[in-house]
């Protein structure tokens, strides 16, 4: 899809009036969801189709209001909201592949089918994430943590976070939250088993955001070796 | 108890005994909603009865035996529905519900079996702007139901079959106007309110003919040049816009006083064109129900700038301060203030905030807020303000238990970066949110929510239930000594009405939107409530 800078403008004006009150200014959340580079995540004809029809959950359908050009402008528009810090690609995708492969990456991720199930599927990561986030997760994994929800309704929700919980009668399971309520927690340890507890039953149930099950990289991998492995995570992704 | 009821009134007409008729058996004359604490195994009107309390007085369920409760049915719309935060009314063994957007449902209380529905025609478009086409439920009179729709009719359907006795239409759904509320039926009249702030209308009450239909009555809820309230409006008022009356209101028979909430000005957060107090937005109002005369107001935020509706239903309850009795109306505010006013006269008794908040230094003698400084929507990055947007609670129902003399709310525990933008009212039908600004949701996991206890009379914290999130649920007290609520993750659950201790609790997959309510059938009480696109009843094996 290409737009001219004046129709980028239009839908930039248009997001504003009749979008951001919803999903912020820059589009990372407000009443609704962060909707930063939804195009990439769901195509762009389901964005349109979304805009025009609405959706369970509080999306109205706008195609009352907008015309079908001012639809097309505002998703054109979406198409320019990533993530600010996103950085630049510096590296070689196709060395960072022999990286990846070299760092039993495929230990814990999986690609395309292939790969173990400890860590998130990285098929599509270069949708999703960019390089800056790539390069310090693979660095510091676990300080920067992505949203996995903004709502003002709730708060915001942190994906792959680091828990430690200590049972009343004195085990510990350390590992990323898989999910929460407010009777129970779920968390997958190292091995990747899931473990289920009643909070109730816990003496302790720490937080612990900058640490992750995910080894760091740093001092194993050279500049160069990391900036390739950005390149080659950045290049996975679907078209829009 | 029903059929006593109808010999009843074949005594009082002893026509009928010369002509045999059949009684009608779903009727719920006025008397039966104002003495509903005397049916307590019905439901009759949204909040529970006229004072809002969301309090019954059923007890077999209690902080005993309330471990045991489960699933007795469920019901699932033909259509998954969206944005469900429908209560039910409960009367003659059936259940009024509604599936948004408009759609009402009669239920049977013992098996959830569906006996009938309505669906009104809704134009193809209807606009939505700044809310979701929901229905928060329905309300019932006589041998009628009563439905507000998303395009702004207000429907009457016969109780027995569902059919349409009449239709009117309250407002112009073009210019941004919605019912998202239920009516609020009393004496002859059923009373309403409308949606729509951030699409910049003008809000007002409505009472209409309970029989026919007709208007009885309308207050505007904003002044216009001329009108007493204009010199508040500092562009005189001539496009005075907000103060919606989205939710329902409460009732006391002996003042005659309708008690309703008022939602936020427009432009939201850019105040440029409307300086002063901007009366009646984000106020309550005391309405005479016979006509329509506002008695009294309490403007909770003048010169709202957050998007704090006041749009809760008022808790009407009594209780001695200093010693006295007094009528009393409680109000935890979306601006994050717990306030108690006498429900006579609109004085202000006392205010304490029940969540953290910055935009107050505190209330004066009148309660006015005395503001802090640096709290306004500004430019570029905003200013993170507590309350968010959302506020300390915002439409959900809190609970006040007469058995324990507290007032129960779930409570959100966030703020948010309120950032001013451009916002012009515009004549003609809305193009979008006329909001003048944004806001921007704290990140990280900032934010919770909590089950807060308050004595009622003074606002002072007596335990609070944490939740992961802050919820978006209303909440229930029983006799049985219990307060049943919900998570943000989908979990329901009961506590302790005196400690905040639980005692049970059910995940659902979805949280609750709904007034949790209690009714009892063959001498069984029952807990209901909704989520995602379930209909729940609970009870004991």
Same mark, same amino acid.
Request: charged fraction near 20%.
């Given at each position: 899809?290409?737009?001219?800078?004046?129709?980028?403008?239009?839908?930039?004006?248009?997001?504003?009036?009749?979008?951001?009150?919803?999903?912020?200014?820059?589009?990372?959340?407000?009443?609704?969801?962060?909707?930063?580079?939804?195009?990439?995540?769901?195509?762009?004809?389901?964005?349109?189709?979304?805009?025009?029809?609405?959706?369970?959950?509080?999306?109205?359908?706008?195609?009352?209001?907008?015309?079908?050009?001012?639809?097309?402008?505002?998703?054109?528009?979406?198409?320019?909201? !990533?993530? +600010? *810090?996103?950085?630049? %690609?510096? &590296?070689?995708?196709? @060395?960072?592949?022999?990286? #990846?492969?070299?760092?039993?990456?495929?230990?814990?991720?999986?690609?395309?089918?292939?790969?173990?199930?400890?860590?998130?599927?990285?098929?599509?990561?270069?949708?999703?994430?960019?390089?800056?986030?790539?390069?310090?997760?693979?660095?510091?994994?676990?300080?920067?943590?992505?949203?996995?929800?903004?709502?003002?309704?709730?708060?915001?929700?942190?994906?792959?976070?680091?828990?430690?919980? !200590?049972? +009343? *009668?004195?085990?510990? %399971?350390? &590992?990323?939250?898989? @999910?929460?309520?407010?009777? #129970?927690?779920?968390?997958?340890?190292?091995?990747?088993?899931?473990?289920?507890?009643?909070?109730?039953?816990?003496?302790?149930?720490?937080?612990?955001?900058?640490?992750?099950?995910?080894?760091?990289?740093?001092?194993?991998?050279?500049?160069?070796?990391?900036?390739?492995?950005?390149?080659?995570?950045?290049?996975?992704?679907?078209?829009? | 108890?029903?059929?006593?009821?109808?010999?009843?009134?074949?005594?009082?007409?002893?026509?009928?005994?010369?002509?045999?008729?059949?009684?009608?058996?779903?009727?719920?004359?006025?008397?039966?909603?104002?003495?509903?604490?005397?049916?307590?195994?019905?439901?009759?009107?949204?909040?529970?009865?006229?004072?809002?309390?969301?309090?019954?007085?059923?007890?077999?369920?209690?902080?005993?035996?309330?471990?045991?409760?489960?699933?007795?049915?469920?019901?699932?719309?033909?259509?998954?529905?969206?944005?469900?935060?429908?209560?039910?009314?409960?009367?003659?063994?059936?259940?009024?519900?509604?599936?948004?957007?408009?759609?009402?449902?009669?239920?049977?209380?013992?098996?959830?079996?569906?006996?009938?529905?309505?669906?009104?025609?809704?134009?193809?478009?209807?606009?939505?702007?700044?809310?979701?086409?929901?229905?928060?439920?329905?309300?019932?009179?006589?041998?009628?139901?009563?439905?507000?729709?998303?395009?702004?009719?207000?429907?009457?359907?016969?109780?027995?079959?569902?059919?349409?006795?009449?239709?009117?239409?309250?407002?112009?759904?073009?210019?941004?106007?919605?019912?998202?509320?239920?009516?609020?039926?009393?004496?002859?009249?059923?009373?309403?309110?409308?949606?729509?702030?951030?699409?910049?209308?003008?809000?007002?009450?409505?009472?209409?003919?309970?029989?026919?239909?007709?208007?009885?009555?309308?207050?505007?809820?904003?002044?216009?040049?001329?009108?007493?309230?204009?010199?508040?409006?500092?562009?005189?008022?001539?496009?005075?816009?907000?103060?919606?009356?989205?939710?329902?209101?409460?009732?006391?028979?002996?003042?005659?006083?309708?008690?309703?909430?008022?939602?936020?000005?427009?432009?939201?957060?850019?105040?440029?064109?409307?300086?002063?107090?901007?009366?009646?937005?984000?106020?309550?109002?005391?309405?005479?129900?016979?006509?329509?005369?506002?008695?009294?107001?309490?403007?909770?935020?003048?010169?709202?700038?957050?998007?704090?509706?006041?749009?809760?239903?008022?808790?009407?309850?009594?209780?001695?301060?200093?010693?006295?009795?007094?009528?009393?109306?409680?109000?935890?505010?979306?601006?994050?203030?717990?306030?108690?006013?006498?429900?006579?006269?609109?004085?202000?008794?006392?205010?304490?905030?029940?969540?953290?908040?910055?935009?107050?230094?505190?209330?004066?003698?009148?309660?006015?807020?005395?503001?802090?400084?640096?709290?306004?929507?500004?430019?570029?990055?905003?200013?993170?303000?507590?309350?968010?947007?959302?506020?300390?609670?915002?439409?959900?129902?809190?609970?006040?238990?007469?058995?324990?003399?507290?007032?129960?709310?779930?409570?959100?525990?966030?703020?948010?970066?309120?950032?001013?933008?451009?916002?012009?009212?515009?004549?003609?039908?809305?193009?979008?949110?006329?909001?003048?600004?944004?806001?921007?949701?704290?990140?990280?996991?900032?934010?919770?929510?909590?089950?807060?206890?308050?004595?009622?009379?003074?606002?002072?914290?007596?335990?609070?239930?944490?939740?992961?999130?802050?919820?978006?649920?209303?909440?229930?007290?029983?006799?049985?000594?219990?307060?049943?609520?919900?998570?943000?993750?989908?979990?329901?659950?009961?506590?302790?009405?005196?400690?905040?201790?639980?005692?049970?609790?059910?995940?659902?997959?979805?949280?609750?939107?709904?007034?949790?309510?209690?009714?009892?059938?063959?001498?069984?009480?029952?807990?209901?409530?909704?989520?995602?696109?379930?209909?729940?009843?609970?009870?004991?094996?």
């Amino acid at each position: 899809m290409q737009l001219s800078p004046e129709q980028l403008q239009k839908g930039k004006q248009t997001f504003e009036a009749s979008c951001s009150t919803c999903h912020g200014l820059d589009g990372a959340g407000a009443m609704g969801p962060n909707i930063q580079g939804i195009p990439f995540r769901l195509g762009v004809d389901s964005v349109t189709s979304v805009i025009k029809n609405g959706m369970p959950g509080g999306m109205p359908a706008f195609s009352g209001q907008l015309d079908s050009q001012q639809i097309q402008q505002v998703v054109g528009y979406l198409l320019t909201l !990533t993530r +600010k *810090d996103d950085g630049q %690609v510096t &590296g070689d995708a196709a @060395a960072g592949k022999q990286v #990846y492969d070299a760092s039993h990456c495929a230990g814990c991720h999986i690609i395309s089918g292939e790969g173990g199930n400890i860590g998130p599927e990285l098929t599509t990561v270069g949708q999703s994430r960019g390089p800056n986030y790539l390069r310090n997760t693979i660095l510091y994994p676990g300080t920067d943590l992505p949203q996995a929800r903004v709502f003002l309704e709730t708060g915001g929700r942190l994906q792959f976070l680091f828990v430690r919980v !200590t049972t +009343k *009668d004195g085990r510990t %399971v350390e &590992g990323t939250r898989v @999910a929460e309520d407010s009777f #129970y927690i779920v968390v997958e340890d190292a091995q990747g088993r899931f473990h289920s507890f009643r909070k109730e039953q816990l003496r302790a149930l720490e937080k612990q955001p900058g640490k992750s099950t995910m080894p760091s990289m740093k001092g194993k991998l050279s500049d160069s070796q990391v900036n390739d492995l950005v390149a080659y995570l950045a290049s996975l992704k679907g078209s829009p | 108890m029903k059929t006593a009821r109808c010999l009843c009134a074949l005594a009082l007409w002893p026509v009928f005994l010369l002509t045999p008729r059949p009684c009608f058996s779903q009727n719920v004359p006025y008397a039966r909603i104002l003495h509903a604490q005397s049916e307590p195994e019905s439901w009759l009107t949204y909040g529970g009865s006229y004072f809002s309390q969301q309090y019954s007085l059923l007890k077999q369920i209690n902080r005993q035996n309330v471990s045991g409760l489960k699933i007795a049915w469920m019901y699932q719309p033909s259509r998954p529905v969206a944005n469900l935060e429908s209560s039910p009314i409960v009367a003659d063994g059936v259940l009024y519900i509604t599936e948004p957007p408009s759609t009402v449902t009669a239920l049977d209380v013992r098996s959830g079996l569906k006996i009938w529905s309505y669906t009104p025609a809704l134009p193809e478009h209807v606009v939505s702007i700044g809310l979701y086409a929901t229905s928060r439920g329905v309300a019932i009179l006589d041998d009628m139901v009563y439905v507000g729709t998303a395009d702004a009719h207000l429907i009457a359907l016969d109780a027995k079959t569902g059919a349409v006795r009449w239709n009117v239409h309250v407002a112009d759904n073009v210019m941004g106007y919605a019912m998202t509320g239920p009516p609020l039926a009393l004496k002859d009249r059923i009373v309403v309110g409308i949606a729509g702030s951030e699409a910049a209308v003008r809000g007002f009450l409505d009472a209409y003919d309970a029989k026919t239909g007709k208007r009885l009555w309308r207050l505007w809820t904003t002044p216009r040049v001329g009108d007493p309230g204009a010199e508040t409006w500092g562009n005189g008022a001539a496009e005075s816009a907000g103060a919606t009356t989205w939710n329902n209101g409460s009732y006391d028979s002996d003042l005659n006083l309708i008690y309703w909430g008022t939602g936020n000005p427009a432009p939201d957060f850019n105040d440029d064109d409307r300086p002063g107090d901007n009366l009646y937005t984000c106020s309550l109002l005391a309405v005479d129900a016979d006509t329509g005369r506002l008695k009294w107001y309490f403007q909770f935020s003048p010169h709202e700038d957050h998007d704090w509706d006041s749009d809760e239903p008022p808790v009407l309850f009594n209780a001695p301060i200093d010693g006295k009795p007094r009528r009393l109306v409680g109000f935890a505010n979306r601006n994050g203030f717990y306030y108690v006013l006498d429900r006579s006269t609109g004085k202000f008794i006392t205010g304490v905030p029940f969540v953290k908040q910055t935009w107050a230094k505190g209330l004066d003698a009148n309660g006015r807020p005395i503001p802090a400084p640096n709290q306004e929507p500004t430019l570029g990055a905003g200013t993170l303000v507590y309350p968010s947007i959302t506020g300390g609670v915002d439409w959900t129902s809190p609970s006040y238990s007469p058995q324990t003399g507290l007032f129960y709310v779930s409570v959100h525990e966030t703020g948010a970066y309120f950032i001013k933008g451009t916002g012009k009212i515009e004549p003609g039908p809305p193009k979008g949110i006329v909001g003048g600004g944004g806001i921007r949701a704290l990140a990280g996991e900032q934010s919770y929510g909590a089950i807060r206890a308050l004595e009622a009379t003074t606002g002072k914290l007596r335990w609070q239930f944490k939740l992961l999130a802050p919820a978006w649920v209303p909440v229930l007290s029983t006799a049985g000594g219990l307060v049943f609520s919900g998570s943000d993750e989908g979990n329901f659950f009961a506590l302790d009405a005196e400690t905040g201790k639980p005692l049970w609790d059910i995940q659902m997959g979805h949280p609750a939107r709904s007034n949790p309510i209690s009714y009892e059938v063959d001498g069984k009480q029952y807990i209901f409530v909704t989520a995602g696109n379930a209909y729940i009843a609970f009870t004991l094996p």
